[in-house]
């Protein structure tokens, strides 16, 4: 008996996609590059992929969490975990009341922003360990203009998210924090508080496809573990360039697309 695969190509499509993303995720980051265009490719609507593949992700983000809980800035917490819940939530709302074509053309630029967004993220690491490696007197940011000026990023995360932790970063910078342990920490937790809510808007309006959903999460899971066995041993650069390289090349697919 010869069994037709051609059929169940979108499924072996996924798989694959949500391996890697999750080795990316695991390594550099920016798995949403090749996980998001492998939930359209399956015919998926636009929002709906989206959503789908936020859900699908999430898992990821909160056992980082828990693995980085003892570097938060406590005294930051309220302005960060406000504008994270605030922000994901309007981001969600409003992705969820987007018309598909509308989104469908702002793919292209949200992902080569993205790509962008995370091109840069090295300078502006290695600019933050420079900072962090200088001696500063510690102060804590005021609360409300810390959190008007991370409510945008929170919303972002909600809406679409690539790249949007780096932005975390950079901001808490600008705003005086300077140790880098603490800076990741507080872009992982308000990233995963974003997608949180976001994914609980997601699921209430019933965008998730969950026979999708369910498959990519557990593969973007396997590849995050094995992905996490070789992190250290790569070079940064090299990955950051495959992020990168991967990002513009799906946002030069749907421009084509889209054209």
């Known amino acids: 008996m010869v069994l037709d695969f051609s059929s169940h190509w979108h499924y072996v499509w996924l798989v694959a996609a949500s391996l890697i993303a999750g080795v990316m995720n695991a390594m550099a980051g920016g798995g949403s590059f090749v996980s998001f265009p492998a939930m359209m490719a399956m015919g998926v609507l636009p929002v ?3 959503a789908t593949n936020t859900v699908a992700l999430w898992p990821g983000q909160l056992t980082s969490v ?3 809980r003892e570097d938060v800035h406590i005294k930051l917490l309220p302005a960060v975990v406000t504008a994270a819940v605030f922000g994901g939530l309007t981001g969600a709302a409003v992705l969820l009341r987007t018309k598909q074509v509308t989104f469908l053309h702002q793919i292209p630029w949200l992902l080569l922003m993205g790509a962008v967004i995370f091109g840069v993220s090295g300078r502006i690491s290695r ?3 420079t900072r962090s490696s200088t001696p500063h007197v510690r102060h804590t940011p005021k609360m409300l203009p810390l959190f008007v000026t991370l ?3 929170g919303f972002y995360i909600g809406y679409f998210g690539a790249g949007g932790g ?4 950079t901001v808490l910078a600008l705003f005086g924090v300077e140790e880098m342990h603490t800076l990741n920490a507080l872009k992982v937790v308000m990233a995963c508080l974003s997608n949180m809510v976001a994914i609980g808007t997601f699921i209430v309006s019933g965008a998730v496809l969950w026979r999708y959903c369910v498959v990519s999460m557990v593969f973007a899971g396997l590849g995050g573990y094995v992905g996490a066995q070789y992190a250290r041993r790569m070079n940064g650069d090299v990955l950051r360039a ?3 390289t991967t990002g513009c090349v ?3 697919y749907f421009f084509w697309r889209n054209g």
């Open 127 to 129: 600019w933050l360990w």
């Open 242 to 244: 495959i992020v990168v």
């Open 151 to 153: 409510f945008p990023i």
């Open 48 to 50: 709906q992929a989206n």
């Open 66 to 68: 828990a693995a980085l």
């Open 250 to 252: 799906m946002a030069a």
């Open 166 to 169: 780096f932005l975390v970063m």
